[in-house]
Every structure is written in structure tokens, then in C-alpha cells.
């Protein structure tokens, strides 16, 4: 395993459901985070956590909550979402959060969620 | 507010063409541009970052940056069919821990 993975690959949900969507990072990070990719608009940064504590929420509803269990895994839980909630949901991790020379995102292939 | 907007696409150009790719930005303390490729059903990887105004090659691709009118760009010279993919510009004003700003991206065709 290398780099970002993320499951499942595709997730189809309907709004009373409960699920979660799952990444793991095989670089040796202390950051991850949530980002949010919806058609015709920019990602979205969702959640970030620094050595698995949380150090960034931006104004996400709560029917979204992310644990951060170590610093190699990172959940979103979903509860009651809404059909605008549909998007790619792409996990990152990056080596720290303060950008040095070169500081870069590396990206997971995302889960895919629909909610009908 | 947008913090960063990119010009109108998506593009498709003939193989071997030059793409120019655009975003412009509204913030000035952006010192931290980049340049991500996301391909079809794929995660974005960085292509290419630079922290100054001016010039940045790298093979085919050079990136160019201009503080004073908040535009950067991207330039793909004997553009490719491997090179079809979505590209998006991001920028961070350093030391703020991590806000990366997107752009929406700009989606590539390169025919055959």
C-alpha cells in the first residue's frame, strides 16, 4: 500500500442513512484533511488535523464528523445529508501544516457520494 | 468572495498546440502558487509550485506568476493526449498553517 487510500470508492446513500467514509496514509504524515469536490466549484477544505488533533473546521454542518484516531487514519461519519451533499469527497495529508519549501497535498482518488 | 477565479474553459486543443492555463486571485498576501493535475476518476498531484514572481520551467510546462496583476499562469508547450486532465491553480499565503485556495479548474482535451 502507498500513498492515500480511500474507501469506498463510491458510496450511494439515502438521507436518513448512517455511513462513513474511510483514509489511510502510508507517507509517515502528521497532517490530514477533508476537502469537499463539487462540479464547477473550487475543493472545498473541510477538516484538518495536525498530529490528530483538529485545527480546522470550516463552518461544516454537523451531519459531518470527522475523527482523526491516528495520525495515519482520518473518518468522516455522515448522518442525515441532504441530495446537495452529493460530491467527491478527497482525503489529503501533507507532512506538517506549516508550509515549508516544496509543502505539498497529496491526494486520495476520493469517494464518490451520492445522496438521494 | 471568491479568492480565486480562473478563466472561462473547458479547453481542446490539437496535439502538439500550447495551452495556456489562467487564474487570477483577489488576495495579496498569496506568496505560495500552485499548479495541481487531476485526471479522470483520480486524486489531484501537484505539477509544479513557486513561491516568487516570474518563471518556473519544468520540461514542458512553465509556470508564471505575477504578483502585480494577481495572475498566474500555465503554460504546456507540444501538448500531449497524456496531458487531457483537469488542472487546477491553488495558492496560500504563508504561514498561516494551511489554507490552500482553489481555483475551479480548467479542463484539458488534447486530441489526437
Redesign the interface.
Known amino acids: 500500500e502507498t500513498g ?1 487510500t480511500q474507501t469506498p470508492r463510491h458510496l450511494v446513500m439515502g438521507m436518513t442513512n448512517k455511513k462513513s467514509l474511510k483514509c489511510e496514509q502510508h507517507l509517515g504524515h502528521n ?1 490530514m ?1 477533508w476537502y469537499k469536490q463539487s462540479a ?4 472545498e ?1 473541510m477538516f ?1 488535523y ?1 498530529f490528530k488533533e483538529q ?2 473546521n470550516n463552518s461544516v454542518p454537523s451531519r459531518f464528523s470527522p475523527e482523526c484516531p491516528n495520525s495515519s487514519h482520518l473518518f468522516l461519519h455522515l448522518h442525515t445529508l441532504q441530495p446537495e451533499d452529493s460530491a467527491l469527497y ?1 482525503c ?1 495529508s ?1 507532512q506538517d ?3 515549508a519549501e ?9 469517494s464518490r457520494l451520492t445522496v438521494l | 468572495q ?1 479568492e ?1 477565479e480562473k478563466d472561462p474553459g473547458p479547453l481542446s486543443v490539437p496535439e502538439g498546440a500550447i495551452v495556456s492555463l489562467n487564474c487570477t486571485y483577489s488576495n495579496s498576501a498569496f506568496q ?1 502558487f500552485m499548479w495541481y493535475r487531476q485526471y479522470s ?6 505539477l509544479m ?1 513557486t513561491y516568487s514572481s516570474g518563471n518556473k520551467e519544468d520540461g514542458r510546462f512553465t509556470a508564471q506568476v505575477d504578483k502585480s496583476s494577481k495572475y498566474i499562469s500555465l503554460f504546456i508547450r507540444d501538448s500531449q493526449p497524456s496531458d487531457s486532465a483537469t488542472y ?1 491553480c ?1 495558492m ?1 499565503p ?2 498561516t ?9 480548467t479542463s484539458l482535451t488534447v486530441i489526437p
Not at chain 2, 498553517?97 to 479548474?105: A, D, E, I, R, S
Open positions: 492515500v497532517a484533511y464547477k466549484k473550487p475543493l477544505l484538518v495536525n485545527t480546522e478527497l489529503a501533507s501544516t506549516a508550509y516544496g509543502g505539498e497535498l497529496f491526494f486520495g482518488e476520493g | 471568491k480565486v505560495y476518476r483520480k486524486g489531484p498531484e501537484l509550485y487546477l491553488a496560500s504563508l504561514n498553517g494551511n489554507q490552500f485556495y482553489f481555483g475551479t479548474g
